[in-house]
T-cell receptor, first 114, second 112 residues
């Protein structure tokens, strides 16, 4: 266990649904990240939150909406997704969010969009 | 080595032998590198890291070598065990940024 948990572990949703992914870190870290991992590509950074403030949005479509209520919790709200959004969504955290740090990953949420 | 596409490169190794997994990184300005292990159904797990002021770092049964001249990183696993079977990928980090560049990975299969 890395100290980063994600729920749900698996999610199937239609293109008109709205769902949310949850991430919680128990490491006392100050930075949290969302990544997308699909079979054909390397890990893609989506969002970075540092001390609850969003510091990176890597040109992610607006159908993905992150929320970081505190340094321990991170959400990814999903709405009107496309089938090509099916992937493993990984959450990670790091100590200070200053870049150049080790990131610790959760187990991911496997998302299937029908 | 690294590959972009549907199929990951695969390294098959006999149990007990040493494994060497390679990674070519892209940016000569990157100064921090991490190797991750990802088992089926799990998130990436930190294995070992190295900063650009070093060319070798050893952990428990693992060694990372960095060759900045040719922008090459390798992970050596000694006495490979069945539990080492996983996908391994490297990450290069640009100092002071959040931009981790990940490789697509190499699948390691340990043969009994």
């Amino acid at each position: 266990e890395t100290g980063v948990t994600q729920t749900p572990r698996h999610l199937v949703m239609g293109m008109t649904n709205k769902k949310s992914l949850k991430c919680e870190q128990h490491l006392g870290h100050n930075a949290m990240y969302w990544y997308k991992q699909s079979a054909k590509k390397p890990l893609e950074l989506m969002f970075v939150y540092n001390f609850k403030e969003q510091t990176e949005n890597n040109s992610v479509p607006s159908r993905f909406s992150p929320e970081c209520p505190n340094s321990s919790h991170l959400f990814l709200h999903l709405h009107t997704l496309q089938p090509e959004d099916s992937a493993l969504y990984l959450c990670a955290s790091s100590q200070e969010g200053r870049g150049g740090e080790t990131q610790y990953f959760g187990p991911g949420t496997r998302l299937l969009v029908l | 080595g690294e590959s972009v596409g549907l199929h990951l490169p695969t390294l098959s190794v006999q149990e007990g032998d040493n494994s060497i997994i390679n990674c070519a990184y892209s940016n000569s300005a990157s100064d921090y590198f991490i190797w991750y292990k990802q088992e089926s159904g799990k998130g990436p797990q930190f294995i070992i890291d190295i900063r650009s002021n070093m060319d070798k770092r050893q952990g428990q049964r693992v060694t990372v070598l960095l060759n900045k001249t040719v922008k090459h990183l390798s992970l050596q696993i000694a006495a490979t065990q069945p539990g080492d079977s996983a996908v391994y990928f490297c990450a290069e980090i640009l100092s002071g940024t959040y931009k981790y560049i990940f490789g697509t990975g190499t699948r390691l299969k340990v043969l009994a």
